[in-house]
């Protein structure tokens, strides 16, 4: 048999028909229309939120997230306490030369030297964001600053 636009068909069980209700009571489905007895749950919109109050006390239980949490990642912070340990006199400090050291994460985007502890060799920082007491301390040690 080909497949022609006159024998298309969807594959069986493919469809879902919506259930056909208050038709008549020799439809099984007649007088009320499967909805049962009167009342609140016989109304259309009716008893809507009333499933969830068995889960009442879990609802009241879950801790309420309060805060914000920006979407952008924040620079990893290098202390100058770091540099010392991990790099040795006139070498250069960049994002891939911390990240191989494993001094920021793998996945850090970007690293921002901070002025904890001193810094007693001269280093090239080149591409990262430096604080201000971190840039004297550098300076101050014989290092340079590049952009």
Do not use: C, W
């Not at 969807?10 to 008549?24: E, H, S, T």
């Not at 949490?69 to 070498?91: G, R």
């Amino acid at each position: 048999m080909t497949l022609t636009m006159h024998n298309l068909r969807p594959a069986k069980g493919a469809k879902r028909y919506p259930k056909a209700v208050g038709r008549g009571n020799a439809s099984g489905k007649g007088t009320t229309a499967g909805r049962g007895g009167k009342g609140q749950t016989a109304r259309t919109g009716g008893r809507a939120k009333l499933k969830y109050i068995g889960m009442r006390h879990i609802i009241l239980s879950t801790p309420k997230l309060r805060g914000f949490q920006s979407m952008y990642k924040k620079d990893a912070a290098v202390t100058l306490d770091m540099i010392n340990e991990a790099f040795s006199a006139n070498q250069k400090v960049d994002l891939a030369s911390l990240k191989a050291k494993k001094v920021v994460p793998g996945t850090a985007v970007g690293a921002k030297i901070v002025a904890t502890g001193s810094l007693k060799k001269r280093v090239v920082v080149s591409g990262l964001a430096v604080s201000a007491g971190a840039k004297e301390k550098i300076l101050a040690a014989g290092g340079e600053i590049r952009a």
